[in-house]
């Protein structure tokens, strides 16, 4: 089920190790970014180093440069058959070593660590029929010091998805404190209801996805409406489109929530076909 | 400021090293204990074991062999003075290594490590006259699933710890998002009101420490009353004596938080006198 990665590298060599006193390791200190590689090119290459910049600003992470990274992921890739083939680049950068305690010494350099994975075997059908999904128990907490970043703080998401092991059921939709819908547990989450595409508001929980923001952008561009509000489950019920995103999926229509049926609609449709490839 | 190791083991060999697949590296999917060994033994073993028991079981961890533990941490002190100096031991359990995604499959075997450290060199004023502390900006998110578990997401801690760098203030108080007060970010606080020890309900959020725990069974044995509920800003600020606990610090007086001004109270300097060593 959870396949091994290809490869793995820290800081630019090709290792499967890192120090235990990696602030990732110890407390979860830092930001990951999960890419899609198709013909050796990094889709949304700009996306997501723009909200991996962001994110480290927000926690007081140096940088990495830009063009370093991609030097990194080409050079992960080398011997590899990027022409026949799509991969999966986990990018993630941590704080840094340090010894004991939570504060933050000026001198510590970020670990950049890079895994790279076969393309997952999703069905063709996720795409073209849609996916059977259920509403997670687990209510997503409230927190704005840390919402909408890809952090490495992911033990809601492991408890939230095994909740069930169906393998029926492809992914889980978590709703916040108040109930409102948030995302999946891996993805971005939107509705349609009356020609208007409607995506949570990420500001007290969930990630900003790098394809929920492509999504919105190209909607923007063709004067479709769009709306980034609380959405809550009765919102959700009564959508006639119902559709999730993020880079790897690309966009997979929901077909099933719980026992509720949805069919594809044409907004889903127009984007799959205009934005996935 | 973050002094490195003097010992690191992995499942039990001496090593610096763990896979970069460790889910507490990709997920922080694990959890810790803080063990102050003196005389080399280390202190409250038994609740720190059942504690470590108590979180794995709620997060499908397999629980480690309690003997296999002590076993390894006897190993990792060997040849260290412990007859003349006090250590800390972190003991960290992660659910082990997968490859990509939150699912977890059955076979995984948890990673144990074990970090050896020198005690922190704390002035003895600390314990003396007390501690300077502050109220953190940060406020905590409730999540009753991960409430009271010592566990490896921690980046609230990180920013609360991380907003400011006086020396001169050795602890931050943080609240919840009802500005009920819960925890220090390293500790456990007590209130005293009126010859009743209070301290925070963690059903939301915080960590269940074992000193607190050490504290109010002591307290309870000696017919004080205790009660633990939800504390507000201004019971804490109206208190008589505040007290902070961990494994590590034992028992510190609060003298001041923020402007405000606490003298050393009478149960405090009972708990110290009986309670640590």
Same sequence: chains 1, 2.
């Avoid at 989450?189 to 990630?207: A, S």
């Avoid at 719980?258 to 076909?273: F, K, N």
Wanted: net charge negative.
């Amino acid at each position: 089920m959870n396949k091994l990665p290809l490869q793995t590298m820290l800081n630019g060599t090709l290792v499967s190790d890192i120090s235990i006193m990696d602030r990732g390791f110890q407390y979860g200190d830092g930001l990951f970014e999960t890419l899609s590689i198709s013909k050796g090119v990094v889709s949304l290459w700009d996306h997501h180093y723009s909200r991996l910049e962001k994110s480290c600003q927000r926690l007081s992470i140096a940088v990495p440069d830009k063009a370093d990274l991609l030097n990194n992921i080409n050079m992960l890739m080398e011997g590899i058959d990027t022409e026949n083939n799509k991969y999966v680049v986990k990018l993630m950068v941590s704080r840094g070593v340090s010894g004991r305690g939570y504060a933050v010494t000026d001198s510590i350099t970020p670990n950049v660590v890079l895994i790279l994975s076969d393309y997952p075997g999703y069905p063709e059908s996720y795409g073209q029929t849609g996916v059977k999904t259920r509403i997670c128990d687990l209510k997503l907490s409230h927190q704005p010091l840390l919402a909408g970043m890809k952090h490495l703080n992911r033990l809601e998401q492991v408890l939230a998805r095994n909740e069930w092991n169906s393998t029926d059921i492809v992914e889980g939709l978590v709703c916040d404190q108040n109930n409102n819908v948030i995302e999946g547990i891996m993805s971005n989450v939107f509705i349609v209801d009356n020609d208007k595409v409607l995506t949570p508001k990420l500001d007290q929980c969930g990630v900003e996805g790098v394809m929920r923001r492509h999504v919105l952008e190209y909607l923007d561009r063709k004067n479709i409406e769009t709306e980034i509000n609380n959405i809550n489950q009765e919102q959700l019920f009564s959508a006639s489109e119902v559709f999730l995103t993020n880079s790897i999926i690309g966009i997979w229509p929901v077909r099933k929530i719980d026992a509720r049926v949805y069919s594809v609609g044409p907004i889903t449709r127009l984007l799959q076909d205009r934005l996935v490839k």
